[in-house]
């Protein structure tokens, strides 16, 4: 995973807006896979930040479709770490900063509020 910093996030054009989780789901519904799904907004924008798959299965699903992933839970974990919680629904309303390219584009990277360490979803996953 790239360890940014907000200067070489800067340098490669991302935009830093301070944000706010508004929801927190951690949920298997409708598509077959463990999902973190955070609600962001900030300045009349938002979006949901997630849609990776954590792990695989679904309510009444059998035995042998469950499956975990090691990273799975090591990204639940060091994003509860960049925000700053170590409980995972107390992330709501928790103020965060976020990393995008512009209107129209993904946000895959997100920061603590205060302290410059960052997630990113793309490196992380690579």
Known sequence: MKHWTQKEL???GYKIENAQITNVSLNMADHGCLCLDLTIEWGGSGCVYGGYVLGKGYVGADDEFFSGSEKGCEAIMRIMDTV???ELLNMKGK???VAH???GSSVKIIGNIVKDKWFDYGTFFK
């Open 95 to 97: 103020y965060i900063r």
């Open 10 to 12: 800067i340098e490669h």
């Open 84 to 86: 700053g919680e170590s």
């Open 101 to 103: 390219e512009g209107w």
